[in-house]
């Protein structure tokens, strides 16, 4: 955790799929002096980062242990189904659970969306990686349904997608270790929830008692003198006669 002058930097792991370069371009604006270092990481390992001191924050995909994490869920991503280009799925323009009753589909060990009943027939094996079970569809063993990002992700040429709209759904967020909530996270979250760089959330703002006070100060008249006010006169009215 060095950084020449500085001696500090923030690391921030990401599981695949998600774009971190956003969020990353506005901390290089709003923290200068302090690098943001990118650590990708199977989906599986972002937490495993952040319990071991390995990464300061990270994007996650919901569900995961949050024993001392604090989260902000950030977006959902819709399911998709991978097939090749001349599958009949490829003729519509989205698809439902029901549809692919008749063909396998492969479930990779490292999937993160929560299957109640996973749709289809279970296919010959089940892939250790998202990858792989790409390259066994477009050998046409089967089908692969992934939340959106990790099917473009993964795009190939012989291959497209189509929404699956019944199929659950895949969450992302931001997470880290509460008891590391610093400054520079605090900034990370502000970023993240698009506050603007004068936005009062975040870092502690300072109290009205740490202000310096400020003086009133009085003009100068013309001969550099402080000039003197004095009060109203009030209108006296007609003298009685």
Do not use: C
């Not at 280009?85 to 008749?102: P, R, T």
């Not at 089940?126 to 569809?137: F, H, K």
């Not at 008891?179 to 900034?187: C, P, V």
Request: proline content about 10%.
């Amino acid at each position: 955790m060095t950084d020449g002058e500085t001696g500090r930097e923030f690391r921030l792991a990401y599981a695949p799929g998600v774009t971190p370069a956003k969020w990353v371009n506005v901390w290089a604006e709003r923290v200068p002096d302090v690098p943001l270092k990118l650590v990708a990481v199977p989906a599986a390992e972002v937490v495993e980062l952040l319990r071991d001191g390995r990464a300061d924050a990270g994007f996650v995909r919901l569900p995961i242990d949050r024993e001392g994490l604090s989260v902000i869920p950030l977006y959902v991503e819709t399911t998709v189904v991978v097939v090749p280009k001349d599958h009949a799925v490829a003729a519509a323009d989205e698809v439902g659970v029901a549809d692919l009753a008749d063909d396998e589909t492969f479930h990779p060990l490292d999937d993160t969306i929560e299957w109640t009943a996973r749709p289809g027939l279970p296919a010959f094996t089940r892939p250790a990686t998202t990858a792989e079970a790409v390259e066994l569809v477009a050998a046409g063993s089967g089908l692969l349904l992934v939340p959106q990002s990790l099917a473009r992700l993964h795009h190939r040429r012989d291959l497209t997608y189509r929404p699956v709209l019944d199929a659950p759904q895949s969450q992302v967020a931001l997470a880290w270790p509460t008891d590391a909530t610093t400054d520079l996270m605090e900034d990370f979250i502000g970023i993240v929830r698009g506050r603007t760089v004068n936005s009062s959330r975040g870092r502690t703002p300072v109290s009205p008692a740490e202000k310096p006070a400020q003086r009133q100060t009085r003009k100068p008249t013309q001969n550099g003198s402080p000039r003197r006010t004095t009060p109203a006169r009030k209108k006296k009215g007609p003298r009685p006669r």
